[in-house]
């Protein structure tokens, strides 16, 4: 891929860069804000101000910094970036990392940790034995829910707690948390601990005991995906004092987790950062994203798309119609026209779920000589001359191309009774809108109208232009 260019401060960036009082700091926006540049401009300054600092009051210790990002691949573009942005200095220890990773290693842990399939496995096999009427799914995500959300000793809290960002539906009264509770959720801890597992929750637990890092600066980039655990085994690291800064858009949050930060024993914001700006997005693609979330209920800590915070326009996004192999023509005669630059501009193809549908992908551009990389859980960033990169939704988290291309669009979801305000159902819409939002000059998406995913139900009229193929 191109190589990551540096980040500059906007004038509207500049105050949260050179903010430098100890304590905590929230800075939110929507997609496109400059959220991440900010906090990695953000790093560079308070990381240099903690080394004149140390030198001032005669601390022999090296200043420790750490950054935390969800997933694998943000994780790489981030020390990509920061390895130009932070000082050279043998007095500053610089660690990035996932919070699971991080979480790991300060624990100590060294054996295997559950994957999510090993995990839904075992919790699966539970909600069956229950007969608990509700979609498996949902009870997988909720048992993860409350199990991230409480500490082991007080998971009764569950019962009497309002389920704060979790849907309205499907509903879940007290009787129902309660068989939860006692049929899925109990039993999961205590076959773990029969058989002697440990998934990602025990090793944030475990961190939080673990010795003290006396971190200086902490940025945690994407904060809306963190649990209240990880977030408390964050807050256990810190030093007496510190700068620590939270990245966060809850409208972008597409995992069940839903971080509470004062109850996850974050002190009240010290200031509280708001991005208003779109620098990534054009007008146009801003207004598509727009649509896809109209009517999602948002908490303080949230953004939805603004059009009119967009600083640019161009073409309205392109929607085809078609066999996959049609779109899969289309989109190869589309990355070799004029339009797009592969010497310069990037391109990012998208799915939700990747799998098999990549092979097709890969069939197509290795045939057409055009390169590709691959960035799910990916740990570095490429600097291979590649242009184009394959991505799941989830791995794309945090990153931006020029031009977004998401065929296959099939996704099915409104056979719930609760249909569109099915907790299953808003975190797809936002995962989709974040998807969307990585686009900087062009976005494409495809479907087979005899497979046509729910989602296009949110494609708002005269937002995008449809192509029949």
Do not use: C
């Not at 809850?250 to 004062?262: D, G, K, L, M």
């Not at 640019?312 to 779109?327: E, I, N």
């Not at 990747?354 to 990389?373: H, P, S």
Request: proline share 4%; net charge neutral; no cysteine.
């Amino acid at each position: 891929m191109q190589p990551l260019k540096n980040p500059r401060a906007t004038g509207e960036q500049l105050t949260i860069v050179t903010d430098d009082d100890p304590g905590a700091v929230l800075i939110r926006g929507s997609a496109g804000s400059g959220k991440t540049s900010t906090a990695l401009l953000r790093l560079s300054y308070l990381s240099s101000y903690w080394l004149r600092r140390h030198k001032r009051l005669g601390v022999s210790d090296p200043v420790q910094v750490l950054v935390l990002t969800f997933n694998r691949t943000l994780a790489g573009y981030v020390e990509q970036l920061a390895s130009t942005q932070v000082p050279k200095d043998e007095k500053l220890h610089l660690e990035i990392s996932t919070v699971a990773a991080w979480a790991k290693r300060v624990s100590g842990f060294s054996g295997n940790v559950l994957d999510n399939s090993e995990r839904d496995g075992i919790l699966r096999g539970l909600i069956r034995k229950s007969r608990i009427p509700l979609d498996e799914k949902f009870l997988i995500s909720e048992a993860d829910y409350l199990l991230g959300r409480f500490l082991p000793v007080d998971l009764d809290s569950y019962l009497t707690e309002e389920r704060t960002g979790r849907g309205v539906r499907p509903r879940v009264e007290s009787q129902m948390k309660r068989r939860i509770l006692e049929e899925i959720v109990r039993p999961y801890t205590a076959h773990k601990d029969q058989h002697t597992l440990f998934d990602w929750n025990d090793i944030a637990l475990a961190a939080m005991t673990a010795p003290r890092s006396n971190l200086q600066v902490v940025i945690a980039d994407e904060a809306q995906d963190f649990s209240n655990n990880q977030v408390r085994a964050i807050m256990s690291h810190l030093a007496p004092e510190y700068s620590l800064t939270f990245v966060t858009d809850t409208a972008q949050r597409i995992y069940p987790r839903h971080v509470n930060f004062s109850e996850a024993g974050v002190p009240r914001f010290r200031r509280s950062h708001h991005l208003k700006k779109n620098y990534r997005n054009t007008k146009e693609i801003a207004t598509f994203a727009q649509g896809v979330v109209t009517g999602l209920q948002i908490d303080e800590y949230g953004s939805l798309p603004d059009p009119a915070a967009a600083q640019r326009t161009g073409k309205k996004p392109t929607v085809l119609a078609g066999f996959f192999g049609s779109q899969m023509d289309w989109i190869v005669d589309f990355l070799t026209s004029p339009e797009v630059d592969l010497a310069t501009e990037s391109v990012g193809i998208l799915m939700v779920n990747g799998g098999g549908w990549f092979d097709e992908v890969r069939i197509r551009l290795t045939k057409a000589e055009l390169r590709y990389t691959e960035l799910q859980q990916r740990r570095t960033w490429p600097l291979g001359p590649e242009s184009i990169a394959l991505s799941t939704f989830h791995s794309a988290k945090g990153l931006e191309f020029d031009h977004i291309i998401i065929p296959g669009l099939r996704e099915k979801f409104l056979s719930s009774v609760d249909g569109v305000e099915h907790e299953s159902v808003l975190t797809l819409r936002r995962l989709f809108a974040m998807g969307v939002g990585r686009a900087r000059k062009t976005l494409t998406l495809g479907y087979k109208p005899q497979e046509a995913s729910d989602l296009l139900q949110f494609f708002q009229a005269g937002t995008y232009e449809e192509i029949k193929l």
